[in-house]
T-cell receptor
Framework: KAGVTQTPRYLIKTRGQQVTLSCSPI?????VSWYQQTPGQGLQFLFE???????NKGNFPGRFSGRQFSNSRSEMNVSTLELGDSALYLC?????????????FGPGTRLTVT | KNQVEQSPQSLIILEGKNCTLQ??????????LRWYKQDTGRGPVSLTI?????NTKSNGRYTATLDADTKQSSLHITASQLSDSASYIC???????????????FGGGTRLMVNP
């Protein structure tokens, strides 16, 4: 069974631009969660989608948004990029809601904002 | 506020030695506690998941213990190898009728370096 895939793996953007990251969960998994990881802050929860609905949202500004499609694939978008948005963005999929089921993480997308 | 604290922040040991990483949490009630291993630049990989009723769980050279009364967990690594060099992250999932399905709480991680 294929694991969680994320595209692109690396991305360089300029301040003020917007970016869209993609996540394909493990086949059959209905929940996708997104995380931001920086050296100083560790793993920070962004949001979780389950059956195309956002279930939970972390403490991030509205510039961060996401969506999930009917095939469970998910995208997250960051608008008006800031230098502080440079981070490793991870998505994780699980059979059901994140609290009750084991999460499987993708390799991440490394975003650098210059 | 739900919190997960890990110690030490970093640790250096020699190959072949054992080590123990600590995790203290305030999440209550809780549903399960997870330990992840994360190699640099990669996504975390699950090592163990324990429910509140489990005291210990092993995965090869990794053994996790849980004391739900004191809200403490530890991850013991036996006969360390160079490939164990990574960050180890403790994650707690809240439980209970009003908390089930809520967000996971992540610890800051312990960075382990195994030297030859």
């Amino acid at each position: 069974k294929a694991g969680v895939t994320q595209t692109p793996r690396y991305l360089i953007k300029t301040r003020g631009q917007q970016v869209t990251l993609s996540c394909s969960p493990i086949s059959g998994h209905r929940s996708v969660s997104w995380y931001q990881q920086t050296p100083g802050q560790g793993l920070q929860f962004l949001f979780e989608y389950f059956s195309e609905t956002q279930r939970n949202k972390g403490n991030f500004p509205g510039r961060f948004s996401g969506r999930q499609f009917s095939n469970s694939r998910s995208e997250m978008n960051v608008s008006t990029l800031e230098l502080g948005d440079s981070a490793l963005y991870l998505c994780a999929s699980s059979l059901g809601i994140q609290g009750a089921y084991e999460q499987y993480f993708g390799p991440g997308t490394r975003l650098t904002v210059t | 506020k739900n919190q997960v604290e890990q110690s030490p922040q970093s640790l250096i040991i020699l190959e072949g030695k054992n080590c123990t990483l600590q995790c203290n949490y305030t999440v209550s009630p809780f549903s399960n506690l997870r330990w992840y291993k994360q190699d640099t630049g990669r996504g975390p990989v699950s090592l163990t998941i324990m429910t509140f009723s489990e005291n210990t769980k092993s995965n090869g050279r990794y053994t996790a213990t849980l004391d739900a009364d004191t809200k403490q967990s530890s991850l013991h690594i036996t006969a360390s190898q160079l490939s164990d060099s990574a960050s180890y992250i403790c994650v707690v999932s809240p439980g209970g009728k009003d908390n089930a399905g809520n967000m996971l709480t992540f610890g800051g991680g312990t960075r382990l370096m195994v030297n030859p």
